[in-house]
Nanobody
Framework: QVQLVESGGGLVQPGGSLRLSCAASGFTFSTYAMRWYRQAPRKERELVATITSAGDTRTYADSVKGRFTISRNNAKNTVYLQMNNLKPEDTAVYYC???????WGQGTQVTVSS
């Protein structure tokens, strides 16, 4: 059974940085592309970033391009999201998932506020 455990969220000031982690288990991690999503209060969940199984291709939503970086370590079954120059509009619960989507984890809260 697919299990995804997100961590690394917190409260940060505008302009700050956070690194999110997603520990995966229950499937052959190295054969799946992975994605980060986020859901802000009263908004639909949106796709933030995608990375291929080998990590050689990455794509981003326009709203985070140039500020966020998705990466992965297949030896550790973990995908990361480095978030720099954070803005209040980045405040959301962040989730990772496989491609195609499987079970959702609990997510990790990111709050950007002064």
């Amino acid at each position: 059974q697919v299990q995804l455990v997100e961590s690394g969220g917190g409260l940060v000031q505008p302009g700050g940085s956070l690194r999110l982690s997603c520990a995966a288990s229950g499937f052959t991690f190295s054969t799946y592309a992975m994605r980060w999503y986020r859901q802000a209060p009263r908004k639909e969940r949106e796709l933030v970033a995608t990375i291929t199984s080998a990590g050689d291709t990455r794509t981003y939503a326009d709203s985070v391009k140039g500020r966020f970086t998705i990466s992965r370590n297949n030896a550790k079954n973990t995908v990361y999201l480095q978030m720099n120059n954070l803005k209040p509009e980045d405040t959301a619960v962040y989730y990772c998932n496989t491609v195609p989507r499987s079970n959702w984890g609990q997510g990790t809260q990111v709050t950007v506020s002064s």
